[in-house]
């Protein structure tokens, strides 16, 4: 529900979800052990520095989208024009998909 709680309730929800996902262990237990030199030492530490520095980058790069989208959204929100023709065109993009499917379907 948008209205229960407060910010700092789903972003640790946000947090608690991604940090039990399987994918994102799956993620950083296939791509990081690539960046990790032996002989440096301290493996342990490497994998904890590379996992930092990739979620400083996903948090960057989710905010900017999140402010985009947040942005263009009010925008949209301004005019009834607008939001109709968001909702049209993503009407249209649906059949498109829908018409592409069954026209490229499996041929069995």
Same mark, same amino acid.
């Given at each position: 529900?948008? !209205?229960?709680?407060?910010?700092?309730? *789903?972003?640790?929800?946000?947090?608690?979800?991604?940090?039990?996902?399987?994918?994102?262990?799956?993620?950083?237990?296939?791509?990081?052990?690539?960046?990790?030199?032996?002989?440096?030492?301290?493996?342990?530490?490497?994998?904890?520095?590379?996992?930092?520095?990739?979620?400083?980058?996903?948090? +960057?790069?989710?905010?900017?989208? !999140?402010?985009?989208? !947040?942005? *263009?959204?009010?925008?949209?929100?301004?005019?009834?024009?607008?939001?109709?023709?968001?909702?049209?065109?993503?009407?249209? +993009?649906?059949?498109?998909?829908?018409?592409?499917?069954?026209?490229?379907?499996?041929?069995?």
């Amino acid at each position: 529900d948008v !209205g229960s709680g407060g910010g700092g309730r *789903a972003l640790w929800q946000g947090f608690v979800v991604g940090i039990t996902n399987p994918k994102t262990t799956v993620f950083f237990a296939a791509v990081l052990p690539q960046f990790v030199v032996r002989e440096n030492g301290h493996v342990v530490p490497q994998m904890m520095v590379f996992g930092l520095i990739f979620a400083i980058i996903a948090l +960057l790069s989710d905010s900017v989208w !999140g402010v985009a989208a !947040g942005t *263009a959204r009010a925008w949209f929100a301004r005019s009834p024009r607008r939001l109709a023709a968001v909702g049209g065109a993503g009407g249209l +993009l649906m059949i498109g998909l829908g018409v592409t499917v069954a026209a490229t379907g499996r041929k069995d």
